[in-house]
């Protein structure tokens, strides 16, 4: 009887362990998939330029433009919606939150270092930029993990 109870116990740990291993790669794998999607959305809005201030010689980002093309980027790479809450269907279940998203202009002389020490972030531009900081929630898929969330951050420089 105690083998019986013994080897029940080893199988309910085995697979409370395998539970959590799975749980860590998934995560991982999403922690990884959502800052290809900050990357790849800072990149795109960094890419707007300003035509306006082009025609006088300025090199510029459009603030308007880029901000919505970020928002875009991470609606199509995380199946988000317009309000950034996931569709149905989709692997996240909370909504991504936009922490931060600055544009760093002509205003400013490069090279230049952006410091966010709320979100302890630090970047040096050598032209003008953007810099996305988006806040993502993993879901879990047992409740074997504390819960897990990132501040994910991006940034980009204009390329011309």
Same mark, same amino acid.
Request: aromatic content about 10%; proline content about 4%; charged content about 20%.
């Given at each position: 009887?105690?083998? !019986?109870?013994?080897?029940?116990?080893?199988?309910?740990?085995?697979?409370?362990?395998?539970?959590?291993?799975?749980?860590?790669?998934?995560?991982? #794998?999403?922690?990884?998939?959502?800052?290809?999607?900050? +990357?790849?959305? $800072?990149?795109?809005?960094?890419?707007?330029? +300003?035509?306006?201030?082009?025609?006088? @010689?300025?090199?510029?980002?459009?603030?308007?433009?880029?901000? #919505?093309?970020?928002?875009?980027?991470?609606? @199509?790479?995380?199946?988000?919606? $317009?309000?950034?809450?996931?569709?149905? @269907?989709? /692997?996240?279940?909370?909504?991504?939150?936009? !922490?931060?998203? +600055?544009?760093?202009?002509?205003?400013?002389?490069?090279?230049?270092?952006?410091?966010?020490?709320?979100?302890?972030?630090?970047?040096?531009?050598?032209?003008? @930029?953007?810099? !996305?900081?988006?806040?993502?929630?993993?879901?879990? !898929? /047992?409740?074997?993990? +504390?819960?897990?969330?990132?501040?994910?951050?991006?940034?980009?420089?204009?390329?011309?």
């Amino acid at each position: 009887m105690a083998k !019986l109870v013994f080897s029940v116990l080893m199988i309910v740990i085995w697979w409370m362990l395998h539970a959590l291993q799975i749980d860590e790669e998934v995560a991982m #794998g999403t922690v990884h998939e959502a800052k290809r999607a900050v +990357d790849r959305a $800072a990149h795109a809005a960094a890419q707007q330029l +300003d035509r306006e201030k082009l025609e006088m @010689g300025i090199v510029s980002i459009d603030s308007g433009l880029a901000e #919505g093309v970020a928002l875009h980027y991470l609606q @199509g790479n995380l199946a988000l919606d $317009a309000e950034l809450n996931p569709q149905p @269907g989709t /692997f996240l279940r909370d909504a991504v939150e936009v !922490l931060a998203f +600055d544009i760093v202009n002509e205003e400013v002389e490069f090279p230049y270092t952006y410091r966010n020490s709320l979100y302890n972030y630090e970047v040096t531009l050598d032209r003008p @930029g953007v810099i !996305l900081i988006a806040h993502v929630k993993y879901p879990r !898929l /047992f409740g074997v993990l +504390d819960p897990v969330e990132w501040d994910l951050k991006g940034s980009a420089e204009l390329v011309y």
